[in-house]
Nanobody, 120 residues
Framework: QVQLVESGGGLVRPGGSLRLSCTAS????????MGWYRQAPGKDRELVAR???????TYADSVKGRFTISRDNAKNTVYLQMNSLKPEDTAVYYC??????????????WGQGTQVTVSS
């Protein structure tokens, strides 16, 4: 059974930092990539950052230079270091895992979400 467990959200002042973590229990699957998405009230869910098994990273333009995604392959854990946070970063952040099994069949899994609030 696949499970994604997130932690690290909270309330922070503008300009502050937070670090999100997501640990995946993947059973017999392999990880193709993991990432973070976010959804603000009244808006669609959007990609924040993604990292492949080979270490290639992708970032939304709005977070480039402020957020850093990293991964510990041995722990099946992905991190999102968020610096210089802005009120517009306020959202529920979701961990996402792109897993493979049975050759290259794709399975997508989501975490339960963690709230990040940036406010003075």
């Amino acid at each position: 059974q696949v499970q994604l467990v997130e932690s690290g959200g909270g309330l922070v002042r503008p300009g502050g930092s937070l670090r999100l973590s997501c640990t995946a229990s993947i059973g017999g699957f392999s990880i193709n990539s993991m990432g973070w998405y976010r959804q603000a009230p009244g808006k669609d869910r959007e990609l924040v950052a993604r990292i492949t098994s080979g270490g290639t990273t992708t970032y939304a333009d709005s977070v480039k230079g402020r957020f850093t995604i990293s991964r510990d392959n041995a722990k099946n854990t992905v991190y999102l270091q968020m610096n210089s946070l802005k009120p517009e970063d306020t959202a529920v952040y979701y961990c996402n895992a792109d897993l493979r099994r049975y050759g290259n069949t794709q399975y997508i899994y989501w975490g339960q979400g963690t709230q990040v609030t940036v406010s003075s």
